[in-house]
């Protein structure tokens, strides 16, 4: 085979690839913006014929409306990456620099929660939130997550900081800086990278969990984008609104997206750090 | 989603914090470390959430298997009841058998169409990079909406793949993407390779890229044959990542939940019933907490013994 052929026959495969994996987003978004009629009509549409928001307009009426949804998808998003960041930054810390009793054991501990199935522990999460009041709340909900967040992001902070020369902390500490004024002065700047993969790993994972909020969650007005999609596959089997469905899938997906392709290599870099090592 | 990773290095990472706690402390240069007390300040909150919503809730759950508890009711302790009748849910005993062949299945798919991948995404060739990066989009996906795009897209009259398939002009009739438990199967299977293949591919590249060049130079030298440089150093080079992505593949596969629950349903007539699924029906469709919470433990215990085994493995080999 000649070079150029070669390489032709190589881009038609991968490019066919490519479309296969892409295409059913770009369906997605398509549907989403055709007419309320042309989007439920079969067979369908290739391309839109006319752009139109109706089915964007639809949702504000599903339930208890796609802003209520939102609302508490960004709340609980927000709560556990603010919530993940600031437990795995100080964890972290202090397991990269202190001694004390118990250490390897709560590090041991920490890392023993990606041994144990998520979903059989959700049961008992669910008594447990009840009786101390957070049951049927989204704080609830967000602070199991942030723990789910943890074995990584300790992992990952904790490598981070153990990379920091202590030269540097210490010369802070003999020009007067408290332990914590190093840490926040000198350590935390150079571990930001770190931070940024913990926080967008928390945001994907809470922004798309669905089987604890399924479980946690009883109030129609607490529910989150995802459980609100797979209701709307359910809830009026017969009289389902295809493009309303669309239109919530993409809402569901795009932050993601654009997040993934906003902070691509701190993605990658997490990937690394964590899956990789050893 | 992505806190696999530490998995296999959590054993190293224990001895790792363990020798720092011997070797210490060392009395000049750790100046921060003589305070243990502020030690246990910054790890306060770590300790606070893993007692309070990891270990109770483990311990919740092991008093919950020995109970009869209604999801509704109080709790009255009932020995080994649920423990024995365990055999008695037909839903969940079939549910282990489809749980396996799912798992083999997929894991074995996955690499298979991976390695196909990682060729392409390895490549030195112009425009790779967006392939690259096609290929991984749909891993940031959440599984609940892709698995509901992919239940729009099966439909028969108004989804895409019929449609795809009739343009194409290789069907006249729709295909009927989850009417039989095969077709539902192999559309579950397809939904999966589609929304985590980008993983095991990056994972892949990562670990490639990480091997020297100067192993494929000096092979290179001594005329080894590509067949060669990949049977002796690609592969051996590659084996602690193939064993983490197959554990990966392992665990996730039996914990499967969302994509079933969306796309099939566990349908057509219960054909499609995972662990987790047969196990929440359990708790929240039949209000039996301790039957459920049985169902947990042993599906714990599986899943611990098989990372203990891929530690031990990971471990021999270091040392």
């Known amino acids: ?278 | 989603m992505a806190a696999p990773q530490a998995l296999k290095d959590s054993l190293g990472a224990v001895d790792v914090a363990r020798e720092s706690s011997a070797a210490s402390p060392r009395p000049s240069r750790d100046s921060a470390a003589r305070r243990p007390l502020t030690g246990w300040l910054f790890v306060a909150p770590t300790g606070i959430v893993v007692a309070g919503l990891f270990l109770a809730p483990l311990v919740i759950l092991v008093y919950m298997s020995f109970t009869d508890w209604p999801l509704l009711g109080s709790p009255v302790p009932n020995g080994l009841d649920n423990y024995r009748s365990l055999g008695d849910d037909d839903l969940f005993v079939g549910a282990i058998t489809f749980t396996l062949v799912y798992t083999a299945i997929t894991t074995v798919v996955l690499f298979l169409i991976a390695f196909v991948l990682v060729a392409i995404s390895n490549s030195a060739r112009r425009g790779v990079r967006f392939y690259r990066t096609a290929y991984f989009l749909p891993y940031v996906v959440g599984v609940a909406a892709a698995s509901t795009m992919w239940w729009l897209d099966a439909q028969d009259q108004i989804g895409l793949f019929n449609q795809v398939l009739k343009g194409l002009g290789l069907i006249d009739q729709p295909v009927g993407f989850l009417e039989t438990p095969g077709k539902a199967l192999f559309t579950v299977i397809a939904l999966v390779v589609w929304k985590f293949i980008g993983f095991q591919v990056i994972v892949l590249l990562v670990g490639l890229q990480s091997i020297p060049h100067e192993y494929y130079e000096a092979a290179k030298v001594d005329g080894a044959s590509t067949w060669q440089r990949l049977r002796y150093i690609t592969v051996p080079s590659l084996k602690p990542t193939l064993a983490l992505l197959t554990v990966l593949s392992i665990t996730g596969s039996l914990l499967a939940f969302d994509q079933f629950y969306v796309l099939t349903h566990g349908g057509p007539d219960n054909s499609t019933v995972t662990v987790v699924l047969a196990l929440y029906n359990r708790a929240f469709q039949s209000f039996q907490l301790g039957d459920a919470a049985a169902q947990a433990v042993v599906l714990l215990v599986v899943l611990v013994v098989i990372n203990v085994i891929q530690l031990r493995l990971l471990r021999n080999r270091e040392s």
């Open chain 1, 1 to 278: 085979m000649t070079r150029p052929l070669r390489t032709a026959l190589f881009h038609g495969w991968s490019a066919a690839l490519a479309i296969a994996f892409l295409f059913p987003l770009l369906w997605a978004l398509l549907n989403s913006l055709k007419t309320t009629d042309e989007a439920n009509q079969q067979p369908p549409t290739w391309f839109p014929h006319s752009l139109s928001l109706d089915n964007y307009r639809n949702l504000t009426t599903f339930d208890q409306g796609i802003g209520t949804y939102l609302v508490n998808s960004i709340l609980v998003s927000a709560i556990t990456v603010i919530g993940s960041v600031v437990v795995c930054v100080l964890g972290g810390y202090g397991f990269a620099r202190f001694t004390f009793r118990g250490k390897s054991l709560l590090f041991g501990s920490t890392l023993a929660i990606l041994m144990v199935p998520y979903a059989t522990i959700l049961l008992p999460l669910y008594i447990l939130l009840s009786r101390i009041g957070l049951g049927n709340t989204l704080l609830g909900l967000a602070l199991v997550l942030v723990m789910f967040q943890l074995p990584f992001g300790i992992f990952l902070m904790r490598n981070s900081f153990e990379a920091i020369p202590r030269e540097l902390e210490e010369a802070a500490l003999v020009d007067g800086c408290s332990s914590f004024g190093a840490f926040r002065h000198v350590s935390l700047r150079i571990v930001l990278p770190g931070a940024v993969t913990v926080a967008l790993f928390s945001f994907l994972t809470s922004w798309n969990e669905y089987l604890a909020p399924l479980i946690f969650l009883n109030d129609g007005s607490k529910y989150t984008l995802p459980v609100m999609l797979v209701n709307i596959r359910y809830a009026s089997y017969n009289i389902i609104d295809f493009g309303a469905l669309q239109a919530g899938i993409v809402i569901a997906m795009v932050p993601c997206l654009v997040v993934y392709l906003l902070l691509q290599r701190f993605y990658v870099s997490g990937l690394v750090a964590g899956a990789l090592r050893g």
